[in-house]
T-cell receptor, first 114, second 113 residues
């Protein structure tokens, strides 16, 4: 079972460059999320989606964009990379928002902006 | 979502039970208690969740106090592979929560040989 797959695993960007972090899930989950984790801290929500074509901002959306054209894919776009975006990025998905639904996480993308 | 308070770190001997406490004194009636763990910067892994009753699965047990203001995650026979950061999260079921999780800094559990 693939679950939630993120690519790439590692990336170094120069300031001002752009990139897309890919996330795909094969569990037919409606809900998908992007979190970032800075060293020694808990995860913070960047964006989330409740279904194809529907996205909304989380706690720390500035500097990022997302799209959700299919149920499976939820890419995260960085347009003008800044050193403050150096972090580990995790994508997650869940079947629903009910209280009895767990979230499944990918293995993360470690991004360094220099 | 209600805030949670966890000790920053705990130690446990291999083979012994690890009891991780969590305080959530402002929890509402429709909020669940979830536990996730993160092993060495991997993606967080779901462990267990509950609303009112105690819960047990193949990984752990969750004990929730009667007033629901605190809970304890129990790993019955800790192994070295249980060394991780453990997050206690409270979240509303459905509605405008959309399944979003609010992570604190968690408890670093270190299991010693």
């Amino acid at each position: 079972n693939a679950g939630v797959t993120q690519t790439p695993k590692f990336r170094i960007l120069k300031i001002g460059q752009s990139m897309t972090l890919q996330c795909t899930q094969d569990m037919n989950h409606n809900y998908m999320y992007w979190y970032r984790q800075d060293p020694g801290m808990g995860l913070k929500l960047i964006y989330y989606s409740v279904g194809a074509g529907i996205t909304d901002k989380g706690e720390v959306p500035n500097g990022y964009n997302v799209s959700r054209s299919t149920t499976e894919d939820f890419p995260l776009r960085l347009e003008l990379a800044a050193p403050s975006q150096t972090s580990v990025y995790f994508c997650a998905s869940s079947y629903s928002a009910s209280g009895n639904t767990e979230a499944f996480f990918g293995q993360g993308t470690r991004l360094t902006v220099v | 979502d209600a805030k949670t308070t966890q000790p920053p770190s705990m130690d446990c001997a291999e083979g012994r039970a690890a009891n991780l406490p969590c305080n959530h004194s402002t929890i509402s009636g429709n909020e669940y208690v979830y536990w996730y763990r993160q092993i060495h910067s991997q993606g967080p892994q779901y462990i267990i969740h509950g609303l009112k009753n105690n819960e047990t699965n193949e990984m752990a047990s969750l004990i929730i106090t009667e007033d629901r203001k605190s809970s304890t995650l129990i790993l019955p026979h800790a192994t070295l592979r249980d060394t991780a950061v453990y997050y206690c999260i409270v979240r509303v079921a459905g509605g405008t929560s959309y399944g979003k999780l609010t992570f604190g800094q968690g408890t670093i559990l270190t299991v010693h040989p």
